[in-house]
């Protein structure tokens, strides 16, 4: 290789490293100061990969929709006097005034026993509830990736109208919806005509 090639092949490789580097502060400042526009985009897709709308679990529920598996965090006795239909006891409470959150082999044990093929929906006692985002960050760091259901057990019991849209609260009554002892058990209404939105925006 003579000079004049030496020269060309050293010119080509210091502008590579330019644009390279130039790149990766671009592709790195990005990362580090998010436009507000990419903190929404962020926002809503963990929203969405998180989060199952009430309205649409009942709906599951109603069409027979066997592809998930509703998980109680309450403890086993408050599971035991009422639930929702279909939903599983793994406590994340002892009682109803004490966390279990330590007995992290008990809980992880419980999940690694639900079919793998489904999706888990988890829930616990109310919309600001902890316990469910606790148990789902717990589970995640091991490998188990469960969804959040966007409501808890005393909004689902205790206030139906405030979820279900306001043409079906003639239609449709919690207690449809709730079973009791230690069975999942399934919802007495099983064919609902509430709700026929389907496909991406649907109930």
């Not at 985009?41 to 709906?59: G, Q």
Request: aromatic share 8%.
């Amino acid at each position: 290789m003579n000079n004049g090639q030496s020269v060309l092949v050293l010119a080509g490789a210091l502008i590579l490293g330019l644009l390279g580097g130039i790149l990766g502060a671009v592709v790195s400042d990005k990362a580090l100061h998010p436009s507000e526009e990419d903190l929404i985009t962020e926002f809503y897709d963990v929203e969405n990969a998180v989060h199952v709308s009430p309205h649409s679990l009942r709906k599951m529920m109603e069409k027979g929709d066997s592809s998930y598996v509703l998980v109680d965090l309450r403890s086993a006795q408050e599971y035991e006097k009422e639930h929702i239909a279909g939903a599983v006891s793994i406590p994340a409470y002892k009682d109803p005034d004490t966390s279990a959150y330590g007995d992290i082999e008990r809980i992880v044990g419980g999940f690694e026993e639900l079919p793998k093929d489904k999706g888990i929906i988890v829930y616990c006692y109310s919309m600001p509830c902890m316990t469910g985002r606790k148990i789902g960050k717990m589970l995640a760091e091991r490998g188990i990736y469960v969804k959040h259901l966007g409501i808890g057990w005393n909004e689902w019991r205790y206030q139906w109208t405030l979820w279900n849209h306001e043409h079906e609260w003639n239609l449709t009554r919690a207690e449809d919806y709730i079973v009791s002892g230690k069975e999942p058990g399934a919802p007495k209404k099983a064919a609902s005509k509430a709700c026929p939105i389907e496909g991406e925006f649907g109930c």
